[in-house]
Nanobody
Framework: QVQLVESGGGWVQAGGSLRLSCAASGRIISFYTITWSRQAPGKEREFVGRTSWNGDSTAYADSAKGRFTISRDNAKTTVYLQMNNLKPEDTAVYYC????????????WGQGTQVTVSS
């Protein structure tokens, strides 16, 4: 099972940018689809985006389209979530998850990193 650690969260003013990192260990990350999700206080966890095992295919939630970009560096075993034009409603704990390519089962998750966007 792959182990994941998120980093890069913090506080930013609306309109600012942050880049989150998801560092993987324990398995060859290039075998895995990586997803980003988030959970705001009092709300359910929601999908943000995902990248295929080789980075050729990405998908985003409507709330993230045009502002967020997922990229991966399999050599560095790291997946990134670049977030631009952040809004207060983006405030949440962000998690990355891994699913062995083709399975759709995200059974590895990181501990999360807090993102706070002030207006």
């Amino acid at each position: 099972q792959v182990q994941l650690v998120e980093s890069g969260g913090g506080w930013v003013q609306a309109g600012g940018s942050l880049r989150l990192s998801c560092a993987a260990s324990g398995r060859i990350i290039s075998f895995y689809t990586i997803t980003w999700s988030r959970q705001a206080p009092g709300k359910e966890r929601e999908f943000v985006g995902r990248t295929s095992w080789n980075g050729d295919s990405t998908a985003y939630a409507d709330s993230a389209k045009g502002r967020f970009t997922i990229s991966r560096d399999n050599a560095k075993t790291t997946v990134y979530l670049q977030m631009n034009n952040l809004k207060p409603e983006d405030t949440a704990v962000y998690y990355c998850g891994a699913a062995l390519a083709g399975t759709g089962k995200y059974n590895s998750w990181g501990q999360g990193t807090q993102v706070t966007v002030s207006s």
